[in-house]
């Protein structure tokens, strides 16, 4: 699982794909109870051979059947026999077979048991483990049988997820409970790599303290948890410190447990590697190092880059791999991207200085591959020249946001993952290019010379739109290329626990719209305008959002109209208590983006009755808003700034944590970074306490200068909007780290106050 070569078993896994799965049926069998594309058993390809399955095992399902038993409860985990398999030449692979009562799985790795087992809970048992919700309160107390034996093969070796920005915009102060639970459900879902940033300071921090740095000097460099992210892509450094030993060494310990419970299930822990950032002054404290200056990265001044070519990488390289190994143990892929997002190479043989990299990751970790992000430009076509291709994988950012690409002549055959990127920020948005992934990933598969050798989920924040996340990596799982319209009809008869002729046309409007956006210029959905920065013109509230409604706005309406009617007996399960708030509140987003510019025409034609009427309707959905996403736990911001402050050691580093998972959220960083370069609200997200006490006031502050205005017949006056936002970042107001209210009465409300049809937006 990723070691050696990415690409030797490439000809094995597009033959299984291109195979019929085999799978076992019975006569008068219900549809539910067999995978799509299933076929009769005929032999060959995708079954379990004999020989394999009666291999001795070759790892210990015990941390599989914890994972079930913690997912499901004891009850329900008992029913499961998990069978060891050995994995042969064509990769992992589970089949699914049993009676009412006993099910066995068998699989090649504990977390390809858990895959069978979560195909079995959706495609039998009809329930759904989302990320988040869930619906197994509706779980059978006897689970049902299977019809036959069902098998399943993975389409490709690499099922990558986690991208650089996860701990920043998911959240950096999360307990090994939080990591565990996420990756459990990765389990379930397929995934087998994992990227693990928790604790990367700590090889930087001890490596350093040998090259002429005091441990003081490197605590003052490294950012805080939240930033950490940006500086590993040698974007910025500093920044929310200093970091204390403390924090180092606990942040360590945790990244060890996260790395060891993946290794326990047979996935491989992703670790940072190393390319050549350097502390200031590197040159200078040590001699005949060759340092290049990286410019500024949006308002940030970058860290110098260590030439790899020169006599001192080597010996820096080798230190860190030796301390990260003793610390973190061992693994073989790392992730790392030199001149990331405009870094520059200077004097610097780029093609020389990838060469370099990859011989000491080699000497390192023999064989090791090297994971490197498709972005921008990068891996430009020098740098792929001077490794070894055979060992790198590329993990495409760009797979469906683009159309025209052309992976295998653009980096030479080198191997890659066909990619995704449904959300910047950790924005709070429904919907994804998922029409385009169901096209174009087992097209880009299976034509002639492909070098795809993964899918890769690399939301920028993670723990929303579970239907994406269920869609993505499922398509690792098929046969073939998968039928958008036939897997949201199947979504929505599991996601609560039973089908629902409600739920299913709640789903229909939602995969019409959100989920049928079109590739092209953006990968995500519009942000909300209800988070942007205050103004008339505003179109978006991210400097990097699209600027307009990416699909019909009626089509969410629709849904949240259905989905209030869905039958009572599945509205208990906590799927549909997420769905609801969270379709609720983007038909409620969505109204922003016709207010405003009613509001703009009222105040502009001088009509104060009229403009105070659409602000009165804009303030009230506001607070609908801040009170429907209080009403669910997912939605608070109580707890992010509760984990924050958890982990200090005394008032001023708690203090200090709590300022930089505020400022994340808000300013980003300091004035320069916030305004100029466009960072300020990059990761909005419509949460309960951000609402009412970030986006509302502020809102709120505009309109009335607006107002006064109107009636003195003056310009409004300029508010500084930075020094607001950066005063309640640096503030310590507690907020609820429960919920509040009942969400089904709060949707009932926001469909009050929605039109009975809104006009269609552009769909873009």
Request: proline letters at 7%; glycine letters at 12%; a neutral charge.
């Amino acid at each position: 699982m990723g070691s050696g070569p990415v690409v030797r078993c490439r000809r094995a896994f597009v033959a299984v794909v291109l195979a019929a799965v085999s799978v076992l049926t019975v006569p008068g069998a219900g549809s539910a109870h067999r995978g799509a594309g299933a076929v009769p058993v005929a032999g060959g390809v995708g079954q379990n051979p004999p020989a394999a399955a009666s291999a001795a095992p070759a790892f210990d399902v015990a941390p599989a059947r914890a994972s079930l038993t913690r997912l499901l409860g004891q009850r329900a985990a008992a029913q499961f026999t998990l069978v060891p398999v050995a994995k042969g030449a064509g990769g992992d692979h589970f089949s699914v077979s049993g009676a009412a009562g006993a099910i066995q799985v068998r699989g090649t790795t504990p977390a390809t048991l858990l895959t069978g087992a979560g195909w079995y809970l959706k495609e039998v048992a009809g329930v759904d483990v989302g990320w988040p919700g869930d619906s197994l309160g509706r779980l059978p107390r006897v689970l049902p049988a299977v019809a036959g034996t069902v098998t399943r093969s993975a389409a490709v070796p690499h099922r990558y997820a986690l991208n650089d920005t996860d701990e920043g915009y998911s959240g950096a102060y999360r307990d090994f409970a939080a990591y565990r639970y996420d990756i459990d459900r990765m389990a379930l879902h397929g995934v087998n790599e994992v990227f693990v940033p928790t604790g990367a300071e700590y090889p930087y921090y001890r490596t350093f303290q040998q090259f002429g740095y005091s441990a003081a000097e490197l605590r003052e460099w490294i950012p805080g948890p939240a930033h950490q992210g940006w500086w590993l892509l040698q974007n910025m450094s500093g920044f929310a410190g200093p970091v204390s030993e403390q924090l180092i060494e606990a942040r360590a310990a945790l990244g060890r447990r996260v790395a060891d419970h993946l290794r326990s299930l047979g996935m491989t822990p992703v670790l940072p590697g190393y390319f050549g950032t350097v502390p200031p002054e590197f040159a200078a404290r040590n001699p005949g190092a060759v340092t290049v200056p990286q410019g500024r990265w949006v308002g940030f001044e970058r860290p110098a880059w260590l030439d790899p070519t020169g006599p001192v990488f080597e010996r820096v390289a080798e230190a860190y791999y030796r301390i990260q190994r003793e610390r973190f143990g061992d693994t073989d892929l790392f992730k790392m991207d030199l001149l990331h997002e405009g870094g520059t190479a200077g004097p610097v043989d780029v093609a020389a200085a990838s060469g370099a990299v990859q011989r000491a990751l080699d000497t390192a970790r023999p064989g090791a591959t090297w994971v490197m992000l498709g972005w921008q430009r990068n891996p430009t076509a020098e740098l792929l020249s001077g490794v070894d291709r055979r060992r790198v994988l590329i993990l495409d950012g760009l797979s469906d946001r683009y159309d025209g690409l052309d992976r295998e002549t653009q980096w030479g055959g080198t191997p890659y993952a066909f990619g995704t990127i449904p959300n910047f920020g950790g924005h709070t948005t429904i919907g994804a290019n998922s029409g385009v992934w169901t096209s174009r990933f087992h097209a880009w598969l299976t034509k002639p010379g492909s070098a795809l050798s993964g899918i890769a989920y690399l939301p920028e924040g993670t723990g929303q739109n579970p239907a994406a996340f269920a869609l993505f990596s499922e398509l690792a799982w098929r046969p073939g290329a998968v039928d958008q319209k036939a897997w949201f009809a199947g979504y929505a008869a599991r996601r609560y626990g039973g089908p629902d002729p409600h739920a299913a046309a709640a789903w229909e409007a939602l995969r019409l719209g959100p989920y049928s956006m079109r590739s092209g210029t953006w990968s995500e959905p519009q942000d909300s305008l209800f988070t942007a920065r205050p103004g008339l013109t505003v179109t978006r509230a991210a400097r990097w959002s699209p600027t307009a409604m990416r699909y019909d706005a009626a089509t969410v309406e629709r849904a949240l109209a259905e989905l209030l009617r869905v039958a009572p007996a599945l509205r208990t399960t906590d799927a549909y208590r997420y769905d609801l708030v969270d379709v609720a509140r983007q038909a409620l987003t969505n109204r922003s983006r016709v207010l405003l510019p009613r509001i703009r025409t009222a105040y502009q034609g001088g009509d104060l009755e009229g403009f105070r009427a659409l602000v009165r309707e804009w303030n009230g959905h506001l607070d609908l808003l801040g009170r429907l996403v209080a009403s669910d736990r997912r939605f608070l911001l109580g707890p992010w700034l509760a984990d924050a402050r958890s982990w200090g050691a005394d008032a001023a580093e708690r203090d200090r944590l709590e300022y930089d998972a505020r400022s994340i959220l808000t300013t980003w960083g300091g004035r320069g970074p916030s305004e100029e370069g466009g960072l300020r609200d990059y990761a909005n997200r419509e949460w309960a306490g951000l609402v009412h006490d970030v986006y509302a006031p502020r809102w709120a502050a505009y309109f009335e200068t607006l107002d006064r205005a109107l009636v003195t017949g003056t310009e409004p006056e300029v508010v500084d909007w930075f020094a607001r936002d950066d005063a309640w970042a640096r503030g310590h107001q507690r907020y609820a780290t429960a919920p509040a209210g009942d969400p089904v009465a709060l949707a009932e409300e926001v469909r009050a106050v929605l039109p009975t049809a809104s006009p269609a937006g552009p769909v873009r």
